[in-house]
């Protein structure tokens, strides 16, 4: 329980303002500085554990976990070893961990890409055929962070899109582990783990050594290191994304209970000092009430010091005409997480352009979406939903175009392919198509 109520200092912005639109990029500007030096110093680090494999990867583990590993076999976790930390778990844990996944399960199922062919009138047939990756990677944090939902999210759409092997990498400083989290691993069908982190574990991954194998695709959240590496071993592999700090934005009509709309704001805020949390609302009366909630419930937040700097460092309440703005507003921020707490929130939906996950109602806060609603929590950030989507089992099958050509119609490609060769200039592809004609 925090000792003290800080008091919170969200900006306020107001839509009628001059320079409304100049004050909403402000608040949106999120790009990082490149950090030229620690590119350097990952850099480094991925081609050192390229060139030396296990001998670097035991090195970078002692000297940043503060580990004692004298050899590479240490750092695995057997199956016996994560299925004793599952049945070390108190049975309403489980019994929570088991009912999310089965939710996760049953949304992932729908997902599923399909094969599909058909015949053009020629009697050619082209299609797609759905094939799964071989073997992932899931980076997820350690220390003292415990995101047993994280391993959930990101395990389970692979297994239902029938990748192969999933291979677990997880820090294990002063080689202290969280059972939660191997809990969930064994639960999720994990195949192996690995107690490496950082820069150092997605060189492993994306390379392999001779203890960790090489992966086709990273996924899961990490810190700037973690990110760095992810974006240099990019095109060796495929990664999700490099996440951003969490974010919500509630629209709200004012009439929610504004103690609900408070503790929606918080659970976004009480991530990081970095997050985002945003009230959108026509009536600025609101506004002070939900302020004043805020005020009153941050006191009983152990994390209370963090979403006051991040309310403060980021955090606003944007004073809108009506909810027809509001979502224009919303649009424009392209949020992780969007709620609609409102009445009839299905109506505005159409409305709804850019949002990682869009929340209905005044019963949906963005938490249960954390855990277990169903649909994943990996979600774009940093207005990146304007084009890219959430994690999901698509991110773990690739698609093979299919092309079967009969008699008749290759002879009807033929000239077709042939002329646009010829245009191009590319003589044995234009010979290539003709001999088939």
Not at 165 to 180: H, S
Not at 239 to 246: R, T
Not at 346 to 359: C, D, K, S, T, Y
């Amino acid at each position: 329980m925090a000792s003290a109520s800080p008091k919170l200092a969200p900006q306020r912005l107001d839509s009628r303002a001059a320079d409304f639109d100049a004050q909403l990029e402000r608040l949106l500007d999120r790009a990082p500085e490149a950090d030229a030096e620690l590119n350097v110093r990952v850099a480094a680090i991925i081609a050192d554990v390229r060139a030396r494999g296990d001998a670097a990867l035991i090195e970078y583990t002692n000297r940043f976990d503060k580990r004692g590993l004298e050899s590479a076999q240490q750092i695995e976790v057997p199956a016996a070893e994560r299925a004793a930390a599952w049945a070390s778990l108190p049975a309403d844990l489980r019994a929570a961990l088991e009912a999310a996944a089965a939710r996760i399960r049953t949304y992932a199922e729908r997902q599923k890409l399909a094969d599909w062919e058909f015949a053009d009138a020629h009697g050619n047939r082209l299609g797609q055929r759905v094939t799964a990756m071989d073997r992932v990677g899931l980076y997820v944090p350690g220390g003292k962070a415990a995101y047993p939902s994280s391993v959930l999210m990101n395990a389970i759409p692979a297994k239902v899109a029938g990748v192969a092997e999933i291979i677990m990498v997880v820090p294990a400083p002063n080689g202290e582990l969280n059972p939660v989290v191997l809990g969930a691993a064994h639960l999720a069908g994990v195949d192996r783990v690995f107690t490496i982190g950082g820069a150092q574990a997605i060189a492993a991954l994306a390379y392999g050594t001779a203890t960790v194998p090489g992966v086709d695709k990273i996924v899961g959240p990490g810190n700037a290191y973690v990110a760095a590496a992810k974006r240099l071993v990019f095109g060796r592999v495929g990664i999700d994304s490099i996440a951003g700090p969490s974010e919500i934005v509630v629209v709200c009509d004012g009439e929610t209970d504004p103690r609900w709309i408070a503790m929606d704001l918080f659970s976004q805020a009480e991530h990081d000092e970095d997050a985002q949390s945003i009230l959108i609302s026509p009536g600025a009366e609101f506004l002070d009430r939900v302020l004043a909630a805020m005020n009153q419930r941050i006191a009983e937040l152990p994390r209370a010091e963090i979403v006051q700097a991040s309310i403060g460092n980021r955090g606003a309440f944007i004073a809108v005409r009506d909810l027809e703005q509001a979502i224009d507003v919303s649009n424009r921020i392209a949020p992780e997480h969007l709620e609609l707490s409102v009445a009839d929130a299905r109506a505005w939906l159409p409305q709804v352009r850019h949002a990682g996950a869009i929340f209905l109602g005044r019963h949906t806060p963005e938490a249960f979406g954390d855990y277990c609603a169903g649909p994943n929590h990996v979600l774009p950030t940093s207005r990146a939903a304007r084009f890219s989507n959430p994690l999901g089992v698509y991110e773990f099958q690739k698609r093979s175009s299919l092309i079967e050509c009969s008699v008749e119609g290759a002879k009807n490609l033929a000239p077709i392919a042939g002329r646009l060769a010829d245009a191009e200039g590319l003589q044995a592809h234009a010979a290539s198509a003709r001999d088939r004609g």
